[in-house]
């Protein structure tokens, strides 16, 4: 079939890495073929939504929720880091919400789409072209030859976290301007604290846990970022202590939809 050598590529990439792994928040790949000149894979069937989608329809979501989102897509991220593999492609629409056919939890994270994923442990490759959402991607993964490591993952996971907590990306107002343009944003400028956009109402040590988790996560310099997932992990749960304390008190539960 007439299909662009990217996407050949991207598909070929997914077969290859997706089937090794085995996580309950990864989706499944059941089965990998080839029949003559289509190459194929079989993945198991979800039912929900993506983050994307629930932003899109700023749909109401708990912050209690939105954390537990949060906490099992850095399950995914330590589980695939730790078997040397950076994602690559973290946005909201790779992470996607199911609910559990178990009732053990509200809802079940399966990170998705691998297409550009990177393999970490082999020899270093000098990339001549830059792949990835720009909207989405660390300093390092916008510039040609970037030294990409998995910490390019917990930047996109911070940006994602800004945009789900304020309902808008951090650098949305340049959307209109060339993708060239919005890799250089990536690169030099910071990101103006999540608080300034999060309901009036917002408990102040909610506010400040937010915008402290966001400037680590999305910090230019890597070594200034989240060492791994885990500890970007114990982080948001120090955050919902915060939350739970604030809720003991009366406060509300609500993040979208306000």
């Not at 589980?79 to 040397?84: M, S």
Request: charged letters at 25%; proline letters at 7%; glycine letters at 4%.
């Amino acid at each position: 079939p007439d299909v662009p050598e990217t996407e050949r590529s991207r598909f070929h990439r997914e077969a290859v890495v997706a089937p090794n792994f085995s996580h309950p928040n990864l989706v499944r790949v059941l089965e990998v073929g080839q029949s003559s000149s289509f190459q194929w894979f079989a993945m198991e069937y979800l039912r929900g939504n993506d983050v994307g989608h629930v932003l899109s329809r700023r749909r109401y979501i708990s912050f209690r929720v939105l954390i537990d989102i949060f906490d099992q897509t850095l399950d995914a991220l330590h589980y695939i880091h730790t078997r040397q593999i950076a994602h690559c492609d973290i946005k909201p629409e790779n992470i996607f919400i199911t609910r559990d056919a178990y009732d053990r939890r509200l809802v079940i994270v399966k990170l998705i789409d691998f297409g550009i994923a990177r393999d970490l442990e082999g020899p270093l490759e000098l990339h001549h072209h830059i792949t990835g959402d720009p909207r989405y991607m660390a300093p390092e993964q916008a510039i040609i030859n970037g030294r990409i490591d998995h910490r390019v993952d917990l930047y996109a996971l911070g940006v994602t976290f800004y945009e789900v907590v304020t309902t808008r990306h951090p650098v949305e107002d340049y959307f209109d301007l060339a993708p060239t343009k919005l890799l250089e944003l990536q690169v030099k400028q910071e990101f103006e604290p999540p608080s300034l956009y999060m309901p009036q109402n917002t408990p102040p040590e909610l506010a400040a846990a937010v915008d402290d988790f966001v400037a680590r996560a999305c910090a230019k310099d890597p070594q200034r970022r989240f060492p791994d997932a885990l500890e970007m992990k114990t982080e948001l749960q120090a955050m919902l202590r915060t939350l739970n304390q604030l809720m003991d008190n009366g406060e509300d539960d609500r993040t979208l939809g306000t």
